[in-house]
């Protein structure tokens, strides 16, 4: 079975029908299970459990102490390239948009490597917009090597690859993957994506796969929050996660939640999620997958940040910059405005003053 | 009985150990507890995660927070495999981390529950190379034996799984091992209560290790102090020879008072 297929399973649940049986106590009773289900998950995220995100969160929390300790892994995106086939109308690199296109050459990896080693960090995400032409698949692996110089771990986060060639990354030494499936709902997902590669709705969905067979340690997926109904973006986002972490145990499978951010394109959210939503969504997460990796980047703002470390988040970015090059030099234009703009040193601070550890290295096999 | 306290020592490898309570460090808030943590509980061995420990960062390097005269058990958390976790072993010993190795050979991202197949492998070659090598694995008695043959230094069951705070809930499996097997058993994982700890002390485990029930308590220093009491104290109450437990409060009317007329 395929995980279109698992998530086929759900396609023609109604979901206000669904929410409208759920009872406050359901929702009580699902909070205090020890392994709950996909439908207990979609329960945890119906507008009737927003009444019950205190005691979410304190479930939260303590489930996310219990696994992870107080810690907090951080890493930093590192933009190696912004050409891109691709016309997202949500994205700033879209194909058409027109900004400075640039790529790295492997001295300006490692000024921005340096750049970034300088803060601590041991973690970083590749990125690339998605042209396979300019950003090659040979191509990225020769900055993984010249970056394993730097790092001790390196995901990525690329165009969709087939099998082997996630196997030839691995074996260069990159352990993470990160592939947003940016909207689940098929017909949006056409509506959004009229033209290039990315329209290839199943390729995508199945390229978190692909990464699990070829060895990948992480796997870290998403639906970009604002493009459609978030409660049930947000359901098959879990759908998709419970369903890795089933069929390939040994994979560290985690998820991010972001939400849209204003950049170059101007395309407005469909949908506005707030903070709240926001919150709901990952409290829920956590309970019904209590061991996977949360992920919130440096899109949401300081506050909402530092509100979330309690409440299940895992991994946050820090030092961010969203252009090519903007670790070492003035930067272009980047693929979104980031919102938390402030260094890994003062991140590290906010974490300690609320009694928890920033780590800056968790992988180490080379 | 003081002879036999005084001389009751733990050898482990070439070390000779007083305190039979181990320190994991995975989970703390701050690396700066962990000096405290340590003194208050008498440990004389401390595991930390190889993933973690970065020499260059001196700061938030872990391994600069564990006194001198501690011994450095490095373990190979986040492996999946054998071979990860030989790599990390190697490197460990290439960083200057010692001797001592604790595997940990994990592929159940649900449960963290370790893979006692492939903790064989990996400490067949590790204690061929020369390493001390502590396996973590799932209570197994063909398991432990095959680790005791592949050159283990002491076998490390898991309690309840890692994180937990379920407490001894393997513990016939535990017994079992604790009788048949020739090498300090060591419980690891699950402990939540410093009365867990002194219950598989007093059933004659060699020693006891203990993150999350520290690292998560509202007081982690006077946990850990807790902690070092629990395991003497169960430690001592084995030497003792605990009496019988009596099933039925003994008759005045014994059944077999007659012999006696
Ligand atoms: S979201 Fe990715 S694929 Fe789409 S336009 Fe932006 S960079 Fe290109």
């Known amino acids: ?366 | 009985m003081e002879t036999t306290l005084s001389q009751d020592l733990l050898k482990i490898g070439d070390k000779v150990l007083t305190s039979r309570l181990f320190l994991g460090t995975g989970k703390f808030s701050n690396n700066k507890l962990i000096p405290e943590v340590i003194k208050a509980s008498g440990s004389q061995v401390v595991t930390v995660a190889l993933r973690r420990v970065d020499p260059e960062h001196k700061e938030e390097n872990i391994v600069e927070y564990i006194p001198k005269d501690c011994t450095l058990m490095p373990n190979t958390s986040g492996a999946r495999t054998a071979d990860e976790a030989v790599r990390i072993a190697r490197l460990a010993r290439a960083a200057g981390c010692g001797d001592w190795i604790k595997i940990e050979v994990i592929s159940d991202n649900r449960h963290l529950l370790p893979d006692n197949i492939e903790t064989i492998k990996a400490t067949e070659i590790l204690a061929a190379e020369g390493f001390v090598v502590l396996p973590y694995m799932s209570p197994d008695l063909m398991v432990a034996k095959r680790l005791a043959e592949a050159g283990a230094a002491a076998v490390m069951p898991l309690g309840a799984p890692i994180g937990t705070n379920r407490g001894l809930r393997t513990k016939e499996l535990v017994r079992i091992l604790i009788e048949e097997i020739p090498l300090p058993i060591i419980v690891d994982a699950g402990i939540g209560r410093p009365s867990e700890a002194a219950e598989a002390m007093e059933m004659g485990a060699a020693a006891v290790l203990v993150n999350t029930a520290v690292a998560t308590a509202a007081n982690p220093v006077v946990m850990a102090e807790a902690f070092g009491l629990a395991v003497a104290a169960g430690r001592k109450a084995f030497l003792a020879g605990p009496g019988a437990i009596q099933d039925y409060a003994v008759a005045s009317s014994p059944l077999t008072g007659f012999l006696r007329e």
């Open chain 1, 1 to 366: 079975m395929s995980v279109y297929e698992e998530l086929s399973n759900y396609r023609d649940l109604n979901f206000d029908k669904f929410f409208d049986q759920i009872t406050d106590a359901d929702i009580q009773r699902i909070i205090g299970k020890q392994r709950l289900t996909v439908l207990d998950y979609l329960a945890l995220l119906s507008p009737r459990a927003e009444k019950h995100l205190e005691a979410m969160a304190q479930q939260a929390h303590r489930l996310t102490v219990q696994h992870f300790g107080h810690t907090m892994l951080l890493y930093t995106p590192l933009y190696l390239a912004n050409y891109c086939v691709n016309q997202c109308v949500y994205c700033g690199f879209h194909a058409h948009n027109d900004i400075e296109r640039k790529k790295l050459s492997q001295e300006q990896v490692i000024a921005e490597a340096e750049a970034i080693a300088a803060t601590g960090l041991k973690h970083i995400l590749i990125l690339t917009g998605e042209s396979r032409y300019h950003s090659s698949v040979a191509y990225i692996k020769e900055c993984v090597q010249t970056l394993k110089n730097y790092f001790t771990s390196i995901s990525i986060e690329v165009y969709p690859l087939n099998t082997d060639e996630y196997k030839e990354l691995v074996e260069a030494g990159v352990d993470g993957v990160t592939m947003y499936q940016e909207v689940y709902d098929e017909e949006i997902y056409a509506e959004l994506h009229p033209a290039g590669p990315k329209r290839d709705y199943r390729y995508r969905l199945d390229a978190p796969e692909r990464a699990c067979q070829a060895g990948m340690r992480t796997v870290n997926i998403g639906a970009l929050l604002g493009l459609s109904d978030w409660r049930s973006e947000a359901f098959f986002t879990g759908v998709h996660a419970d369903y890795l972490q089933n069929k390939y145990l040994d994979v560290e499978v985690s998820i991010s939640p972001p939400r849209m951010r204003p950049h170059v394109g101007g395309f407005p959210p469909k949908v506005i999620v707030t903070d709240k939503n926001i919150v709901q969504y990952v409290l829920a997460f956590r309970l019904f997958m209590p061991r996977s990796g949360i992920t919130l980047s440096t899109r949401e703002s300081a506050k909402m940040r530092d509100n979330m470390v309690r409440l299940g988040i895992t991994k946050m970015s820090a030092g961010s910059c969203t252009a090519v090059g903007g670790h070492a030099e003035k930067a272009s234009v980047g693929q979104f405005e980031i919102s938390d703009e402030r260094d890994v040193a003062d991140i590290a601070a906010m974490l300690y003053s609320q009694n928890y550890q920033p780590v800056y290295k968790d992988w180490q096999i080379w």
